[in-house]
């Protein structure tokens, strides 16, 4: 989508009580640039406040801190507070500068894609009229110069005509957008079988050394995350190609912990753990797991091996639900 050159920044931001609160933390005056950035890169996306380095790929912590020369914590740091702030929201599009009709010219913004979509409609239209062009151009015939002449002065080539080009590619990528937006998306898994069906393919082509039942639950667990019950393929590829970067069991073992102790988390909350844990730990910790389970089997079988406050019998205590498939 086509941005714009400017956006609104209240003269009051300093008096603002968030933003006191937000200086008074560590690190607090990099915070504040951060998010004067993250209203920037809302300008140039110009998506109802949505930052999105292009359609389907969302800014990673990584990237943010590349672009804008920050340390990564410092970055994770701002991100997790102005979520806290209620300031941002992330979700599989990206992230969301939250109340940007509030503070923005909407009427404006909506003129400018408008004016895109309209200025598409033109050239388009244009495109239709002009005549199929002869096979030996320059054979010299009647035909041929006819045809050269026929030609509107607006298709040649400039600097503008190129501007205006990249901004048509933008609000084609934007009512793509929207048409998923709509009808959900075909790049979206919906279910646990969607997920299924994704990764035994991605597999096959691309395999990652995980067991298969662990990857489905792990991003049937992340789908859930979404207020929506979806998440996008995209999502999933980048980081399919972040996971190969590790050891498989420390993998494993950050899908395993996120899974049985943090299912509320994003996949965000996943890497942060596979960045703190080398192989050693991994393996050691996988095989005390090992070893837990193993205990687990030999309680006599008529003493179930936990019992819910009131009394009652439960086949496994919750937070050992995917041992069997994580744990071989």
């Known amino acids: 989508m086509a941005g714009v050159p400017w956006i609104r920044i209240s003269t009051n931001m300093f008096e603002d009580e968030k933003v006191k609160l937000i200086q008074a933390l560590p690190e607090g005056d990099s915070l504040v640039v951060i998010w004067l950035r993250l209203l920037t890169l809302a300008g140039k996306t110009n998506d109802r406040g949505y930052i999105y380095l292009d359609e ?48 923005q010219n909407i009427d404006g913004l909506e003129k400018i894609r408008k004016q895109n979509r309209e200025r598409k409609r033109r050239q388009r239209a244009r495109q239709k009229e002009l005549p199929e062009p002869e096979p030996h151009p320059d054979s010299g015939s009647d035909d041929s110069r006819d045809m050269s002449r026929d030609v509107p002065e607006e298709v040649t ?13 933008d609000i084609d990528k934007d009512r793509e ?61 980048s980081h399919w190609e972040k996971w190969q970067q590790f050891p498989p069991v420390v993998v494993q073992y950050a899908m395993y912990i996120h899974l049985t102790k943090h299912d509320d988390k994003k996949e965000e909350y996943t890497l942060g753990i596979m960045r703190n844990t080398d192989e050693h730990e991994a393996n050691r910790k996988m095989i005390l797991l090992k070893n837990k389970k193993q205990s687990n089997k030999e309680v006599p079988q008529h003493e179930p091996p936990w019992t819910s406050p009131s009394g009652s019998s439960s086949p496994a205590e919750p937070a050992d639900r995917y041992e069997e498939f994580v744990i071989e």
């Not at 912590?61 to 340390?71: E, G, T, V």
């Not at 102005?82 to 509030?102: A, R, T």
């Not at 646990?192 to 049937?220: C, G, R």
């Open 177 to 237: 957008r929207e048409k998923r937006g709509r009808t959900g998306g075909r790049e979206n898994l919906c279910s646990t079988e969607d997920i299924k069906t994704f990764v035994e393919s991605l597999s096959a082509s691309n395999p990652l050394p995980i067991p298969q039942d662990l990857l489905i639950k792990y991003i049937n667990c992340l789908r859930l995350t979404r207020k929506t019950g979806r998440i996008s393929q995209s999502i999933i590829l």
């Open 157 to 169: 080539p400039s600097h503008a005509t190129d501007k205006e080009e990249d901004k048509d590619k």
């Open 56 to 103: 389907g790929t969302p800014y990673t912590p990584q990237m943010l801190s590349i672009i804008m020369n920050k340390p990564q914590t410092v970055v994770d740091l701002a991100l997790q507070t102005f979520s806290d702030f209620q300031m941002i929201e992330v979700n599989e599009q990206g992230i969301c500068i939250l109340n940007w009709e509030k503070h």
